[in-house]
């Protein structure tokens, strides 16, 4: 295993000497910055402490999540000895209920206030990973329905809560700032998913079971419940936001289905087809890298097992890479559109699909993965700007919840038709880099 060691040595070090450039970079900035505005001192006190208030306890409810995934399909596959279209199964079932969940949640978390829907997120979640205790095939599908919700919970209400609260807070400061929040949540979420890899694989050694991940995650996911129920304030959404458009006399139209905002605007299609495609695209790299990585393990004449974890860690210290390089160009190359660097993102992303298919080699195959969460690093912190530049308050959650529909669809159409075998694993792969590439296309065309 001295390919992996040493390519979470190199990893490391590399997102270790951009994170002090641009550590250094920021402060010069920042010291500059501070001669000629005195007022800037105070909204950066402030700034932080919002910052304090929210990124601790995303990195904790995301970390429960990055503990599970190196075990998930181990879990089901090896230690419950379950067929590979039962495990298919089960996580279709879990995307399916991601999508029908997605059409109501976002909505009642703006009605009934986006911080109680992150609450019920930390019991659902936790609900779900209890349900691996036992190999009831009926309890572990209820698990994956619980999952579902919580996933679809998680990629929008806290999110949603987050912007609503700095647009309250901080009316006045530039988008750039909010970019900024986006891409060091991304940078340390990085971080936390490494470190997330090395204590699965370190609590699934030391217990001898691929469980203990999935309890370990249960523990963070109450502390984050306890910390949400003492340090947040409740938001909603607002009815008179609910309007997007404003008719010739000047008065407001009556509040609006969230549908109809991705039929007037434009732009707001584009990052839901792209949304779609690019995240659906890595849910199914979710499922299929480790069958493909094992498979190359065995095309190579090795017998000894894959370290999961390790490889987890490489993976997000990849994705921490791409979170860097999003700081970086933001910062040193602002004439670089959003449009363009989106079109760079989705055009690489399609070849780290499509090139393991042509080359059945571990090397190859691990370093296209890598890229492709280098993607990753870049895509996240780039969508969630846009969304939150485009997306109003009022519907925010909403929104967020039904951009997850075609999502959750796209991969259920996929998981629906797993089959054992190399010949459908290059399929897939070879579908999601042409899919890939259509989004290119579509943002090319209307952006």
């Not at 949603?160 to 900024?180: A, R």
């Not at 699965?200 to 999935?214: L, N, Q, S």
């Not at 969230?258 to 779609?276: H, M, N, Q, W, Y």
Request: proline share 3%.
């Amino acid at each position: 295993m001295d390919f992996y060691k040493g390519n979470f040595a190199a990893f490391a070090l590399l997102n270790a000497v951009l994170a002090f450039v641009e550590y250094r970079q920021v402060e010069a900035r920042q010291e500059k910055d501070d001669e000629a505005k005195l007022d800037a001192e105070g909204m950066r006190v402030l700034l932080d402490k919002f910052k304090w208030n929210f990124i601790p306890i995303y990195l904790l409810v995301n970390g429960a999540d990055w503990l599970q995934g190196p075990y998930i399909y181990p879990l089901y596959k090896d230690e419950k000895g379950l067929a590979e279209e039962v495990v298919a199964a089960l996580f279709m079932t879990g995307f399916l209920a991601g999508a029908v969940s997605a059409s109501f949640t976002g909505n009642l978390a703006d009605q009934y206030g986006r911080r109680l829907a992150c609450l019920a997120f930390c019991v659902i979640y936790s609900l779900s990973c209890l349900t691996l205790l036992t190999d009831d095939i009926a309890i572990l599908f209820i698990g994956r329905m619980l999952g579902g919700v919580s996933t679809t919970l998680m990629y929008s209400v806290f999110e949603s809560w987050m912007v609503t609260e700095f647009n309250k807070q901080f009316p006045d400061e530039p988008g750039s700032t909010l970019s900024g929040i986006f891409s060091t949540m991304t940078t340390l979420n990085s971080v936390v998913a490494i470190l997330a890899g090395v204590v699965a694989e370190w609590v699934t050694d030391f217990t001898g079971t691929e469980k203990a991940p999935f309890m370990t995650a249960v523990a963070c996911l109450m502390l984050a419940f306890a910390a949400i129920n003492s340090q947040w304030s409740e938001n909603f959404g607002d009815k008179k936001d609910q309007s997007s458009i404003l008719d010739v006399e000047g008065n407001a139209t009556a509040p609006k289905n969230p549908l109809r905002l991705f039929i007037e605007d434009k732009r707001l299609l584009v990052l839901g087809v792209t949304a779609s495609i690019f995240e659906g695209s890595m849910y199914i790299f979710i499922f299929f890298k480790f069958p493909a990585l094992k498979l190359s393990h065995k095309l190579s004449g090795l017998t000894d097992d894959l370290p999961f974890g390790l490889i987890f860690a490489i993976l997000m210290c990849s994705m921490m890479l791409g979170s860097l390089l999003y700081k970086y160009i933001l910062s040193h190359h602002p004439h670089i559109t959003s449009t363009r660097l989106l079109i760079s993102v989705l055009s690489v992303a399609a070849a780290s699909f499509f090139l393991p298919v042509l080359w059945r080699d571990e090397r190859v195959t691990m370093w296209c993965f890598c890229v492709f969460e280098i993607c990753c690093g870049v895509y996240f912190p780039l969508m969630a700007y846009q969304k939150g530049k485009i997306v109003e308050d009022g519907v925010r959650a909403n929104v967020y919840g039904l951009m997850r529909i075609p999502l959750n669809v796209f991969v259920v159409l996929v998981l629906s038709t797993t089959r054992e075998g190399v010949r459908h694993r290059d399929l897939v792969f070879t579908s999601c880099s042409a899919l890939l590439l259509a989004a290119v296309g579509v943002n090319g065309l209307l952006l």
